[in-house]
């Protein structure tokens, strides 16, 4: 089981000073930060777009849409995202974690396009399926990327870029959804992925994805390029494969399902819950409207305190 390093994740060697140069924030580690959080931005619009854009698809002329209609647009986003998480996994190891990140610009911009152009809720649905899938992708991808690019001492703050421009793209969303319709919306959700890409393409891949498939020199390459042209490497190179040696070793997916980490999933996974319960996004007020959701929530709740008062 490779195990995948978060832009949140702090480690340290400890090693004499004399070894490694200072951390700094080099042009290349900020400009890597700054294009995968570009991801994020178009995350956050696709999470946002529904909330504005369901009023005016409501009373459109050009779309005829149902209000059961309007819920499956909410939520088949999230829906197919899950199953862009579940994809994402075996993608980032296989074909690196540049090029994954990279394969869900285009997929963003058809989806946007099919919303846009849409004349038939089938459509609409179908490029919110899209953008689902990368959805999930990204989320996946972008943290990794960072994790295993940026320098751990400046991980903390260039890591947050991309829950900060996350934030930017839904603002930007509400903002212009107040005078946009929904087509006009999507049109501009579709143009997103442009600078995205563009970025993405001035970015090397992971040098731990490289190590991990044998490529050292162009991991050396890929590491010379993040830290600057006069940075010392070697040290690092050297910590990396060994970090990666160690990981190869005795590690299995069954891991994950010990004691030991269970408490943990269930904590996070509890948390994300009341999070999308809480309505984060606006979009899903209308769940909350249903007598079905009330119920449904109400046998979560009982299943809940059952499971608590016999565990």
């Known amino acids: ?22 951390p700094k924030y080099t042009f290349s580690q900020v400009l890597a930060a700054v294009a995968v959080s570009m991801g994020s931005m178009i995350v956050g619009f696709s999470s946002a777009y529904t909330s504005p854009a ?7 002329t050009s779309i005829s849409i149902t209000e059961e209609q309007a819920s499956w647009v909410g939520g088949l986003m999230p829906l197919a995202a899950l199953a862009g998480g579940v994809i994402g996994g075996p993608l980032v190891d296989y074909i690196g974690r540049r090029k994954t990140i990279l394969f869900t610009a285009v997929p963003f911009f058809v989806g946007w396009i099919l919303i846009a152009t849409a004349k038939i809720v089938d459509l609409v649905l179908a490029g919110r399926a899209i953008c689902g899938l990368c959805v999930g992708v990204g989320s996946l991808a972008f943290p990794v990327y960072l994790g295993e690019t940026i320098q751990p001492e400046v991980r903390g703050t260039l890591g947050l870029f991309p829950t900060a421009i996350g934030n930017i793209g839904i603002l930007i969303c509400y903002v ?9 919306l999507a049109y501009l959700g579709s143009s997103l992925p442009i600078p995205f890409l563009i970025l993405m393409f001035m970015i090397p891949e992971t040098p731990r994805w490289y190590i991990s498939r044998g ?4 991991a050396r390459k890929a590491l010379q390029w993040l830290r600057g042209s006069h940075t010392k490497i070697d040290n690092e190179i050297r910590d990396i494969a060994l970090s990666d040696a160690e990981m190869g070793k005795d590690s299995s997916i069954t891991e994950i399902f010990s004691l030991k980490y269970m408490k943990s999933i269930f904590i996070c996974l509890g948390l994300m819950a009341f999070q999308q319960l809480s309505a984060p996004h606006s979009n899903c007020i209308p769940l909350f409207k249903s007598k079905h959701f009330i119920r449904l929530l109400a046998i979560t709740i009982t299943a809940i305190k059952g499971f608590t008062i016999f565990s």
């Open 1 to 22: 089981m490779k195990i995948l390093m978060r832009a949140d994740t702090h480690y340290s060697i400890v090693v004499r000073d004399s070894e490694y140069e200072k």
């Open 54 to 60: 369901l009023v005016t698809m409501e009373n459109s």
């Open 176 to 184: 212009a959804g107040k005078y946009l319709d929904w087509s006009q």
């Open 215 to 218: 490529r050292t020199e162009e």
